[in-house]
């Protein structure tokens, strides 16, 4: 049985919780650009534009209850006897309300950071760019979000966790945005068999060893139990 697990997740996990993905029909993203609302450039040129995004996305998450996916993949975690890393794309806090901790590569919603000094603290529900720093006082608060350009954050524990990993999954990510995507080859090279979970084959499907399609509040339980039954 594998004894290290590392779940890599998507957009696509939480879609069914109703936060929309990249590709969603009628989703924020049709009606965003990313280089209006998701890049260092954007924030510095009109910070109250970013805010505003940011603010309606982390309205809409906090409505958000998790789906059986992550429910399947807390209890993954719970009853594993060995570790599972979960790490996670997303920037809602659905792992965490399933009751499973979750590396959160690309940030949270749920916290603020200050530019100016690195600080970060828990989120109010709406933010400005004149918020001052609990820390500092800079006027420099932004969402403790990745934007494109910037570093995801963890990579040394998540290297750590793929290179000694012995079963790699992805759920619900198009692979589409470096360095998650990358992640399969990485988890394959230490020798992981690796397994991508979708709705449908991805660019990198190629990649992976098996591939299990369909919705992942479906798909996902099912994978769990077969994993927690090899036990
Ligand atoms: P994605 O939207 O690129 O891909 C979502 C994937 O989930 C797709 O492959 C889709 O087939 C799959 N999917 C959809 N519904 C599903 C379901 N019910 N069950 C199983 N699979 C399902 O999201 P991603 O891969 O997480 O994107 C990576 C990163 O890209 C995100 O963390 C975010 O930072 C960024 N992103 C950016 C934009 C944008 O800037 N416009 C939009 C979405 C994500
Ligand atoms: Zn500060």
């Not at 069914?16 to 993203?29: A, H, M, P, Q, V």
């Not at 409505?63 to 996916?69: C, H, W």
């Not at 570790?83 to 919603?109: F, Y």
Request: charged share 20%; with cysteine; glycine share 8%.
């Amino acid at each position: 049985m594998p004894n290290r697990i590392v779940v890599l997740t998507g957009a696509g996990l939480s879609a069914e919780s109703g936060l929309g993905t990249f590709r969603d029909k009628n989703g924020i993203w049709t009606r965003h650009r990313i280089e209006d609302v998701a890049t260092p450039e954007a924030f510095a040129r009109d910070p109250d534009r970013v805010h505003a995004f940011y603010n309606e996305r982390r309205a809409q998450a906090a409505g958000a209850r998790p789906n059986p996916a992550h429910e399947a993949l807390a209890r993954l975690q719970e009853r594993h006897p060995g570790a599972v890393t979960i790490v996670t794309q997303n920037v809602d806090a659905l792992h965490e309300r399933a009751g499973a901790t979750a590396l959160h590569m690309h940030g949270e919603l749920a916290r603020s950071t200050c530019a100016a000094c690195g600080h970060r603290w828990t989120a109010p529900e709406t933010m400005h760019p004149r918020d001052p720093c609990p820390a500092c006082a800079a006027q420099a608060t932004r969402p403790d979000v990745v934007w494109f350009g910037e570093m995801p954050h963890h990579m040394d524990e998540i290297e750590r966790h793929l290179l000694s990993c012995d079963l790699f999954a992805a759920i619900g990510t198009s692979g589409n945005v470096y360095p998650a995507a990358g992640f399969v080859q990485e988890a394959a090279r230490a020798g992981a068999r690796t397994v991508e979970i979708n709705l449908e084959p991805t660019d990198v499907s190629g990649l992976f060893d098996d591939h299990l399609a369909g919705p992942a509040s479906k798909v996902v339980p099912e994978w769990v139990e077969s994993v927690l039954d090899a036990g």
